[in-house]
């Protein structure tokens, strides 16, 4: 019960509720989606992906392919760590969510979560804080693997990381709780998958710029 609790303080503190607007050692950290080749088998929650192995995007293919699309935390802080994501999804009717499969201790989905436009929050005990490399040799490189969907996507379509709807926020906290916003960092830390030939976005790495940052702009671009 201890363990439960402590669990559920720190997914309570490391999102939404401590309000600080201070930038930590976490302000690199991108919110980033990985897909699997069509057709594999049911993943695992260590997939041993890095940024720059990050597949982000499909070539133009028909009909449907089916695939395991990870949701994760990249360019973490391997001195503080990862403990806790914040964040929602967002797609077209073309792209189906059939399944989701948690790597987290603890989630806090809404009511409509995963489908479109739903939000999670995603925490790890302090025993299970992320802070192991990703890429041994290269500081900032701690990947935390909150989750995986299995989908369809029906024709060329994107699927979008986005602010979580109930606070208008794309949070990541570390081992401390303490939390980076990036809501709004240029060019963006939230990925987007691509498939069909559609095109996707790494914010995992070193990010290249992309259009527009705001909120509102991504809106714009799923059509709200």
């Known amino acids: 019960m201890k363990g439960f609790v402590s669990t559920v303080l720190l997914g309570a503190l490391v999102m939404g509720l401590t309000g600080s607007a201070a930038a930590f050692d976490n302000k690199q950290a991108g919110i980033a ?67 989701w499969v948690s790597c987290a201790n603890l989630q806090f989905p809404d009511g409509i979560w995963p489908n479109s436009g739903g939000s999670n929050l995603l925490t790890w005990t302090l ?45 990541v906290a570390d081992c401390s709780s303490r939390e980076d916003d990036l809501t709004f960092a240029v060019p963006s830390h939230l990925g987007v998958a691509g498939f069909a030939g559609a095109a996707g976005y790494n914010p995992c790495g070193a990010p290249t710029a992309v259009a527009p940052s705001t909120w509102s702009g991504i809106k714009t671009l799923i059509g709200e």
């Open 33 to 99: 989606l990985h897909i699997t080749p069509p057709g594999a088998a049911s993943p695992p929650c260590n997939p041993g992906v890095t940024a720059p192995t990050l597949v982000y995007q499909t070539p133009q293919s028909s009909p449907a392919n089916f695939f395991w699309t990870y949701l994760l935390t990249c360019n973490g802080s391997d001195s503080t760590g990862i403990a806790g994501m914040e964040m929602g999804i967002q797609y077209p009717t073309s792209i189906q969510v059939y399944n």
């Open 127 to 171: 025993a299970n804080c992320n802070n192991d490399r990703s890429e041994p040799a290269v500081p900032r490189t701690v990947i935390a693997i909150g989750g995986y969907f299995y989908m369809g996507a029906y024709g060329p379509s994107q699927m979008f990381v986005t602010p979580r709807p109930v606070s208008g926020r794309a949070k």
